[in-house]
DNA sequence: CGGCTACTTGAAGGGGTTCAAGCACTGTGG
DNA sequence: CCACAGTGCTTGAACCCCTTCAAGTAGCCG
């Protein structure tokens, strides 16, 4: 018999992690994978809460829309990442492929079940909460106080850091090509500017030599020292 | 012999709420109250994290001072919130009383065993983070998409709508006489703007009708429709 | 190649900031 | 009780960063 979740990559990186044999043969048999599309969407905001997820690959955007029609993007979702709010209701935001992805979604009665039974991966989404709670708080003086370019080489120096982490082939090498997850409107939104002002702010560190990029979505950064600079000005 | 916690204001409304009498009176030997004068810190960014709280009274703020010296205020914490973050290793925001405070102060080793030991309690922090973690993408909308006048507007019937439910005073009634906790230069701190910008937006719900004031920190909501529309607006 | 979408670039306009006074609460001492 | 700081708040005017509106260009797929 195969071991259960084997093939599974970000088994020891996501939530179930911490569960032993007999409890992640439990949880693989709530779990069924799926695959989105890229602008495929997961759940809209309002939904009835019922499904908890992990992210095996790819990057999914969690946004919200304001009554006047213009996208706020206030968190990415990257592989090993969790997906769903316990206990609520209701759902807050949109969940939306930016890449093609793949993701293993619970039903979210049953997953509160296995958080009951299973202490520690309640104790683990504790943690990943509360760090979430960080990076949100992170991005929250970034849209009150820096400016545009300050803004866009914190999303870089974020984009390059995850995907580092996650494998997705980036690296914090001088140089590394990475394929960005986002479209300039995606990365607009994420920052809180229009697509323009992104358009030119990339403009800008292409001239100053701080990055290159290739195509639509490829990037290098060639002076990371000088865009961790930038991102830690006004 | 008095009840364990038995003056306590804030005692069912806290994450203390959920404990049986035996795991109270544990927690309450481990809890010490403390006051704050307003302006007085609990605690600075980049601190060894050594302690956990409740709040009992009065209202305090979560904040970060970005490297050129302004400050973004990422939370406020109001009675029955919980302060502090189990499990890491430093401190990442600032804690400061706004108003003259109180707090139920743990060290955060023995809170740390406490939650072990009582998982109710966990379980209870995990909710309070998912629906902290809500409120703060909430606001990322806010600084990412509105208008100097709709996050005005919507810090007022914030703050309205906290100051009922910890009765401190406000009411959700029309004309009711709030007193606001903050300052000026403090409300432009949570709003990503200046406080000349503030008095300005201020100064125009003044004269639309919407609101009035009564000394530098007595507020009146007079067109509660009126102040969601526009909070609601651009 | 043609067509589509994503992206870039330009010019004008506006919301908020910045800089600079002036005003009004609040408490303190005479 | 009133003068008088002192701090917090308001108001005014110029400026600037980002937006808005409008073309124009480049990557990509049939």
Redesign the interface.
Known sequence: MTKVCEDCVVRDRSLCGTLDDAALTEMSRLGRRRKLAAGESLQFEGDDNILCANVLGGVLK?S?L???G?A?T??LLYPADFIG????DTV??DITALTEAEVCIFARAPFERMMAEN?QL??Q???R??S???R??????F????SASARLAGLIIDIDRRMAQTGCGADLGIGQLIQLPLTRTEMADV??LTIETVSREIGKLKDAGVIATEGRRGLRILKPAALKAIM???
Chains 1, 2 share one sequence.
């Open positions: 969690l919200s304001t009554p006047s213009d706020q206030v968190g709010r316990p206990y609520a807050d935001h202490i309640e104790r989404l504790l943690e909460t509360l979430e709670l960080e949100s708080r992170r991005w929250l003086l849209l009150g106080r820096k920052l809180g830690d000005s006004e």
